[in-house]
Nanobody, 115 residues
Framework: QVQLVESGGGLVQPGGSLKLSCAAS????????VAWYRQAPGKQRELVAL???????NYADSVKGRFTISRDNAKNTVYLQMNSLKVEDTAVYIC?????????WGKGTLVTVSS
């Protein structure tokens, strides 16, 4: 069982930056994919960024060029660098780590973009 704890959320002005972290309680070395999802009030959860073990990545069209997902296997941590934040980026951001035999979710961290 792997537990995921997100951090780094908060209140930021439009145009600002935040870096989210997702710390795993165990090794993520063998995970074949790590991802960040988000869920805004009244909306469905959506995939924001995905990074596979082969280093290929996918981003939602709405965040391409602004967000970057990365992983540090030595620290068992997944990151999401978010730049040029917009009001519509406001949501709870949730970390996901996938292994062949299981998939784990964090509880999320709230990002609020507002002036």
């Amino acid at each position: 069982q792997v537990q995921l704890v997100e951090s780094g959320g908060g209140l930021v002005q439009p145009g600002g930056s935040l870096k989210l972290s997702c710390a795993a309680s165990g090794s993520i070395f063998s995970a074949y994919a790590v991802a960040w999802y988000r869920q805004a009030p009244g909306k469905q959860r959506e995939l924001v960024a995905l990074r596979r073990s082969g280093l290929s990545t996918n981003y939602a069209d709405s965040v391409k060029g602004r967000f970057t997902i990365s992983r540090d296997n030595a620290k068992n941590t997944v990151y999401l660098q978010m730049n040029s934040l917009k009001v519509e980026d406001t949501a709870v951001y949730i970390c996901n780590v996938e292994f062949i035999e299981n998939r784990y979710w964090g509880k999320g961290t709230l990002v609020t973009v507002s002036s």
